[in-house]
């Protein structure tokens, strides 16, 4: 192995633009309205390290780093990773899987148990209607009705 060879991926540092990285690190944490010192504390690292890396002034985080500040923020580890220029963005794939995996895996067993049990809520929700049969083979004058479908609910208004 070379010598200035990273040994493994904890030594890997960004190939993007520290502002980019940065722009986007900021971006994450206004939106969920913490500041600089808030999330520096989630993720466990200074505010000042933290202010460096938002304004790309020489700092390098490490992918543990990215990782903590990743969790702190409630984002997929490999989005940070990929805005950080690590790993490569799948193809024509959305992150929106990622994202929600990251925000239940931060949950609590409770929390992770409420979430569970409303998807399989809205599953349900969604599976009950059925599609009324365009072409019934007993009458060709009739569509077939086999329950209500979701063009039977008056829409909120």
């Known amino acids: ?3 200035n060879a990273p040994r493994n991926n904890e030594d890997r540092t ?8 940065g722009d ?10 913490f500041s600089q010192r808030e999330l520096a504390g989630r993720a466990g690292v200074s505010r000042s390290y933290l202010c460096d890396i938002e304004r790309g002034r020489g700092a390098s985080p490490s992918v543990t780093t990215l990782d903590r500040i990743a969790t702190a923020l409630g984002v997929s580890r490999t989005d940070v990773l990929q805005v950080a ?6 193809a024509g794939q959305s992150s929106i899987e990622r994202r929600m995996m990251a925000l239940f895996r931060d949950l609590s067993e409770s929390g992770q148990g409420s979430v569970e049990r409303y998807i399989r809520f809205l599953y349900e929700e969604e599976h009950r209607f059925v599609q009324t049969s365009l072409i019934d083979a007993s009458d060709d004058d009739q569509p077939a009705q086999s329950g209500p479908t979701l063009f039977d609910l008056t829409p909120l208004r």
Do not use: C, S
């Open 24 to 33: 986007w690190i900021r971006r994450e944490r206004q939106r969920r309205h």
């Open 1 to 3: 192995m070379a010598a």
């Open 14 to 21: 960004p190939t993007a633009r520290p502002a980019d990285l």
């Open 85 to 90: 220029g690590i790993v490569d963005p799948p």
